[in-house]
Each structure stands twice: as C-alpha cells, then as structure tokens.
C-alpha cells in the first residue's frame, strides 16, 4: 500500500475505533498500566493489519514502505493512545531480526513482537560498559549443548515482561573489544536468568538489572555470525534514530500542543516558548528528511548521531517549558495528570543520556561528520 | 536539475561571484542565466546563489528578483526596498500622491529607480518611485562589503504596479526570508570550515588542538547548529507558508549566532585579527540577522502567536 493510500484509510480507522484504543486505566499510571495497553492496542492493530504494513512478507509483513510504520506511530502519538518508549521498540528489534536471524526464527518470533503477544528486550549495557559499549564482559562460551552465558546487564528496559532479549556476549577475550561480541536471541523463561527491576527518579519501573548464571542458549539462537555482534549492535543504531524519533516528534508535539492548551495566559515567555518551538520544528524537519532517505534506499549512518542530538534538546527544552507553564502541576500536583507531566519532565532529564550520551554523539560527529581523526 | 546539472550551476555561480566584482557579478550571473533558474526553479537557484554569497562574502543585487518574483512583478525595476534594519513593517506609507520611504536596498550604487511596496489606508500597493527625491546613503556599518544603501525620502509615485490584499507583502517578506537563511547558511559553512582547518593546524602542547575534545565538541556544536537550522530552511520551502519561512529565518539566525560563537572560540587570538577572514563572517551573520526581522522579534511574535491560538500547527507531514 502506498503513503498516500494508507494515511486516509488507517485515519478513518483509528477515528472509528479511538474508544477501543484508549487507556482504560484511572488513577496514577503504572509500568503493568503501559505494558497492558499497548499489548492491547498492538492485538487490535495488528488483526487490521496496520501493524504488519511496512514489514517484508517473510516476517508476516504485508510488504511497503517504512513510511507506512512512521506515519502509524505518528498518529497514534498524536491520538495519545501509546507511549513512544513502548511502542517503537520493535522499530528497533524486528529490523534486528530480519537482517541477522535465521529465517524461520525471524518468521516465528517478528510476529509474536508485532501483534504484542510477547515484549522484548535489549541486552546491551552493563554495570561497568555505558558509553564504551566495546569494552562489555557478560560472557558466553562455546559448549555442547550451546552457548552458556555468565554476566550482568542492566538497564534493560521492560525486562520484567520481556519474553526474548536481543543480547550482546562477549565470545573474544577482553581485549578483542569490538571484534570479539556476538549477539544471541535468549528466551527470558530460560533457567539461569534473573531479573531484577529498579526504580528510577520518573516513578516508572522501566528498566532492570539481569542476571545470567551459566544460561544455555541454543546455537541457532546466534544473531549474524560468531564474534560480529559489533555489526548487529552498529545495524540497529540508525533503526534507533530513524522511525522511533519520527514517534518521539509527534509525541513531543502533542505534549505541547496540550501544554499550550492547558497553561494559563501570562505564565509562559512568549520568546521562550517561540525558541523551543523551533527546535521542535528543526528537530521534526530533520527527522523527516532521515525518514525519506531511508524510504528512498539510503543508507543511516553516523549522520544520524545529529537526528539523536536534536530529539533530546528539543525533548528537554519542551519539559523545562512545561514545568514552567505548568510549575502548579510538576512542582505539587498529586493527581493523576500532574503526576503524568512530572513523570515526563522528569523523564526527559535523561534524553542526553540514554541511547548514547550527548557527550558520545559529539564525539561521533567531531570524527566522522567533521573528520577531525581519532580521539583516542 | 539533475545531479550535474546542479554540480554545474553551482560551479558557475561560484565563478561568477569569484571572477567578478560590484556590479559585474550581477551581469556575471545574468549571463549564466541566474534569473532564468530562478523562475524555473526557485528553491535551487535561490538556495545555491545565496548560500554561496555568504559563503564567499561576496554580495549581488538578485535578491531583488527573488523579492519581485515573489511579488509577482513581471518587469522588476531598479532595487527593491527593504525594511529597515531589524523590521518586517513596508518600507514604504501613502501620504496622498507622494510616497515616504524609509528602508535599505542591496546596491552598489544609487538605483535610478526603486521598486517600493507601501501602505495606503488598508491597502499594500507597490510602485516605481523616482530617486531624485530620495537621499541615499552607502552603508558602511559593520559590514561594509554587503553592498546595502540606506533609502530616505518622499517622492512622488511615477507608475502604480501593484494594487492588492496584505497577504502579498508577507509572501515577499518570507521568500527574502528563506533567501537570507541560506546566506546565513553559507557564511556558517565558511565559519566551521575556517575553524575546522585552524583546529587540525594548530599545535599546542604539543599536540593539534583539535585533539582535545573541548574544541571537537566545540566545533560538533557548531555544526549541530548548521544542520538544524538548514534541515528547517528545507523543510520551510516545502511548506511554502509565511509562518514557516519567518521560524526558519528567525532560528537560522540564531543557530548562526550559536556557530559563530563556537568559531570563534576555536579560532581564538587568530581569528581575532583582521587579517584572518573570520570577522567577515562574524560581521555578514550580524547584519543578516537583523534583514527581514531580528531573531528576537521574530520568536517573540512566533511564540506569542502560540500561546494566542492555543495550539501548534500540524507542519511538515511525511
């Protein structure tokens, strides 16, 4: 289907079945709330089909354009009927999937991601690798029976549902660095792991710490080949900036829209709220162009590093706007929507973090975009 | 145009800004068929040509067809009058048959006539206008290679060309908008490729500065700067509004200063000295800056405008 064919059709759809989509919860929204939800609204999208658009066929795709996916989440977003972090993870994993695992694994597991029957997660930092991810330890070593995992991650968002993980092992020795990783899909209900949730200043428990004791995981389980996990880790980068920002722009965008809706006249600086319009706009400009190339068969590199850089300054500078055009509801609002707005102002402290540190994107740009040599 | 197609105007609009000086880069540009580009394909023409001025420091008189085209005036004459510094406001008002100007034109000498869009009771018109009656004066100011003339005066109208609703005026305000962001964009370009070289030259304990990563990040931030700006002035002209051509102004003014600033840092003692071509830059983007509305101005109103609607538009759709 194309672009101009999908938009009406899955807009008069949505428009038809908002009530079906909307979240049912009342009172304070919890991690299990989100998690719910959007295994309700994936059931219902994917049985229409809008979910499999923009997937190829051999992962139960119905085929076209990734616009098709971007155009979905952005109206879904616009319609406040899921969350960005929780609904584009499988923007990351299913390309992930389809690029490095065996066929049949692919066609079995991508579905269960898409129609919401499974969560899944990503296996990458570890306690003493945040931004140097080549430097990670959680090992895996060759046996009869298959790979067997020893090691810590952490961070790992929505571990606690997760049925799979995509994780990174390290199979070289110490000093392989990037050379010696490799990427295997685990079963989260295989004996051995353990996870454990912990909380974050936003009140949601999204992320855990995972521990693997001696966890076999099958060898047909492995992601590409044997010691070039650096390869799947460096695939799934671009995927991360691409489509899922496109999500995060009209996230942002409604969250300003209702901000500019909500707040009283005379509590905002009309400068102050025109400046952090234009670095929304930029951010959306640029993120569209991403999405285009990547329509039209470009190639996502390192450029991306720019699209990751604008999305956490335009997404702090919208929350630092909403706690001050909505300072009553951030600073001592106990309802249920103030907790909301502070859950996300909050949240948003940590956009220069996660993903890559704003430090790291610099760094990518000064080498790469500038080519100003190695900064080691 | 076509990959080479582009690959070969640019060089020779490059040429023509190089090659050329004052007057004869206008009639350079003319010969090249700057003009005609611009009819055919606006976004392009204009997009390369101002780029490059800023770029090259260099100065032309095109943004006066770029505002006539605008306007739909067939048969430009003369320069075209701009607000005066830091102001969107008609250059010029009606009082009775005569007509007071109050504006800058991009001449290298004083036009025989100018093109003038003025006020008349709630109706924009715009007219040809005789400048004997006008006082002209070249400007120096902080930039004085910009080629800008200060126009005064009252004088009588010599022909009516234009006759119509406010709207008109705005779409000439926003496509000297998106024209002066490229230029703003170019002498950016030329900015961060200055610092960039002085960066990787320059040797300091013992080692290129552009080793440390307080100027990498420095000039990553400067480039940053340039990319979000410029992916707005895009996204701007597929829009086509006003509204979205005056944002990408405002912001490309700002994200210029932003560069600017990082520059110079690099560039330090450097790029301080006269004899360095930094400060050209630096003293184009000020100016440029202020041309169809400051920066400041200009968020204020957008954000004003916000918080009076109660919503953010729906721009750039995929």
Redesign the interface.
């Known amino acids: 289907m194309e672009?101009e064919e999908f938009k009406p059709a899955l807009d008069a759809w949505l428009d038809e079945n908002t009530a079906l989509l909307t979240p049912s919860h009342t009172g304070i929204l919890t991690m299990e709330d989100e998690v719910s939800h959007m295994a309700h609204v994936r059931r219902h999208l994917f049985d229409a089909g809008w979910t499999r658009y923009g997937w190829p066929e051999r992962v139960g795709g119905l085929g076209g354009s990734g616009?098709l996916r971007?155009?979905l989440g952005?109206s879904l977003m616009r319609r406040d009927l899921a969350e960005p972090g929780i609904y584009s993870m499988p923007e990351v994993m299913a390309p992930t999937m389809i690029d490095f695992a065996r066929a049949d694994v692919a066609l079995e597991m991508v579905p269960r991601l898409l129609r919401g029957d499974e969560v899944w997660c990503q296996g990458f930092s570890e306690p003493s690798t945040g931004s140097n991810l080549g430097s990670l330890s959680c090992r895996a070593e060759r046996t009869e029976e298959g790979w067997r995992v020893n090691g810590q991650k952490v961070w790992t968002s929505f571990a606690q549902y997760a049925a799979r993980c995509v994780l990174l092992t390290r199979t070289g020795d110490q000093a392989s660095a990037h050379r010696g990783i490799t990427a295997l899909f685990v079963d989260m209900d295989t004996p051995g792991i353990t996870v454990r949730p912990f909380e974050t200043m936003h009140g949601l428990d999204e992320f855990s710490e995972v521990f693997f004791d001696n966890v076999l995981v099958p060898f047909d389980r492995t992601l590409g080949e044997e010691n070039k996990g650096w390869a799947v880790a460096m695939d799934l980068l671009p995927y991360e900036r691409s489509t899922s920002l496109?999500h995060k722009a009209a996230f942002l965008?409604r969250r300003?829209?209702t901000l500019?809706?909500e707040?009283e006249?005379g509590a905002?600086?009309?400068?102050?709220?025109?400046?952090v319009?234009?670095?929304?706009?930029?951010?959306?400009?640029?993120s569209?162009?991403t999405?285009?190339r990547l329509a039209s068969g470009g190639h996502l590199g390192a450029e991306t590093s720019?699209d990751k850089?604008?999305v956490a300054t335009a997404e702090q500078a919208v929350f630092d706007l909403v706690a001050e055009g909505l300072a009553t509801q951030v600073t001592t609002g106990d309802d249920p929507i103030s907790h909301r707005w502070r859950s996300e102002f909050l949240y948003s402290r940590a956009a220069t973090i996660y993903g890559g540190t704003a430090?790291i994107?610099?760094?990518i740009?000064?080498?790469r975009?500038?080519d100003?040599?190695s900064?080691r | 145009m076509d990959a080479d197609d582009l690959e070969l105007f640019s060089r020779s609009v490059r040429h023509a800004l190089l090659e050329h000086e004052g007057a004869a880069i206008d009639g350079a540009l003319n010969d090249l068929g700057w003009a005609e580009a611009l009819e055919e394909e606006p976004q392009t023409a204009t997009q390369v040509l101002f780029e490059l001025l800023g770029r090259e420091s260099a100065t032309s008189s095109s943004l006066d067809l770029v505002l006539s085209r605008a306007g739909g005036l067939t048969s430009p004459m003369g320069s075209f009058v701009l607000p005066p510094i830091g102001s969107t406001e008609l250059p010029g008002d009606a009082d009775g048959a005569t007509i007071l100007v109050r504006g800058l034109v991009r001449a290298h000498q004083e036009p025989a006539k100018v093109t003038v869009c003025f006020q008349a009771g709630s109706r924009v018109l715009a007219g040809y206008l005789a400048t004997e009656h006008l006082t002209f004066r070249a400007v120096h100011g902080l930039d004085p290679t910009l080629g800008l003339m200060e126009v005064e005066g009252s004088a009588p109208m010599t022909k009516l060309i234009i006759d119509v609703e406010e709207p008109w005026w705005t779409s000439i305000v926003a496509a000297g908008s998106l024209a002066v962001s490229h230029e703003l964009l170019g002498a950016s370009r030329a900015m961060l490729e200055l610092a960039r070289t002085h960066a990787l030259e320059r040797v300091q304990f013992g080692q290129s500065i552009s080793n440390f990563q307080a100027v990498r990040h420095r000039l990553a931030e400067a480039y940053l700067a340039i990319e979000s700006a410029e992916a707005l002035v895009i996204a701007a002209w597929e829009d086509g509004s006003a509204f979205s051509a005056s944002m990408a102004k405002a912001f490309t003014g700002r994200q210029a200063r932003v560069a600017a600033a990082h520059c110079q840092q690099v560039l330090a003692g450097m790029g301080f000295t006269a004899e360095h071509p930094y400060h050209h830059f630096l003293r184009r983007v000020v100016v440029l800056e202020q041309l169809f509305g400051g920066s400041s101005t200009l968020t204020t109103s957008l954000g004003a405008e916000l918080l009076a609607s109660r919503s953010l538009p729906a721009l750039f759709p995929l």
């Open positions: 672009l616009l971007a155009y952005e496109w965008h300003f829209d500019l809706k707040v006249p905002l600086d009309p400068r102050r709220v025109g400046e319009a234009q670095l929304l706009f930029a951010f959306r400009s640029r569209r162009a999405q285009l720019v850089v604008l430090e994107q610099r760094n740009i000064a080498r975009l500038l100003l040599g900064d």
